[in-house]
T-cell receptor
């Protein structure tokens, strides 16, 4: 079946512009995560959605970052007034239930470059 | 805060030899420990995971061991092959949905 789909795969934007990144999780997966991965670094948690519960936004680095998940499926991560330090690969992952019962399935990521 | 330390950051082994990557975690309540493999330019993929109620798990050439007392767990790859070259990430759960990730180990298999 289809995996986690992210778009665009690459995005180059000018400093100060807003960007929207999209994630289509695996159908039926109720949990959705956004991570950020800088070059050669590990995974930095940004935000977590589970069903209709309030999202865990504790990883968002600033108020320029926001995310929403419509209808419990597709999610968009929005970065306003982009800065050069926002350049990274943004990974989305989904899982069907809690950790230990269902692993995280990652998308291929969106490589964001802020010039 | 909670953290996971992963060592080494880079590991170079001869093809056919074994590779061991070690992680240490700080949250004594952690009970789920996955390992992900990320090939260059690709998505991270789960290769093996272990829960806190077991000490070791094997899947063909890959094994993971867990020492809850010492709060460390290790990934063992035997008979390494060129396709094992990748970055490997460990993680530890800090809730029923949240993982804390290690910084990654770049594994290089020398022919």
């Amino acid at each position: 079946g289809a995996g986690v789909s992210q778009s665009p795969s690459n995005k180059v934007t000018e400093k100060g512009k807003d960007v929207e990144l999209r994630c289509d999780p695996i159908s039926g997966h109720t949990a959705l995560y956004w991570y950020r991965q800088s070059l050669g670094q590990g995974l930095e948690f940004l935000i977590y959605f589970q069903g209709n519960s309030a999202p865990d936004k504790s990883g968002l680095p600033s108020d320029r970052f926001s995310a929403e998940r419509t209808g419990g499926s597709v999610s968009t991560l929005t970065i306003q007034r982009t800065q050069q330090e926002d350049s990274a690969v943004y990974l989305c992952a989904s899982s069907s239930t809690g950790l230990g019962n269902s692993p995280l399935h990652f998308g291929n990521g969106t490589r964001l470059t802020v010039t | 805060g909670e953290n996971v330390e992963q060592h080494p950051s880079t590991l170079s082994v001869q093809e056919g030899d074994s590779a061991v990557i070690k992680c240490t975690y700080s949250d004594s309540a952690s009970n789920y420990f996955p390992w992900y493999k990320q090939e260059l330019g690709k998505r991270p993929q789960l290769i093996i995971d272990i829960r806190s109620n077991v000490g070791e798990k094997k899947d063909q050439r890959i094994a993971v061991t867990l020492n809850k007392t010492a709060k460390h767990f290790s990934l063992h790859i035997t008979e390494t092959q060129p396709e094992d070259s990748a970055v490997y990430f460990c993680a530890a759960s800090v809730s029923n949905y949240q993982l804390i990730w290690g910084a990654g180990t770049k594994l290089i298999i020398k022919p």
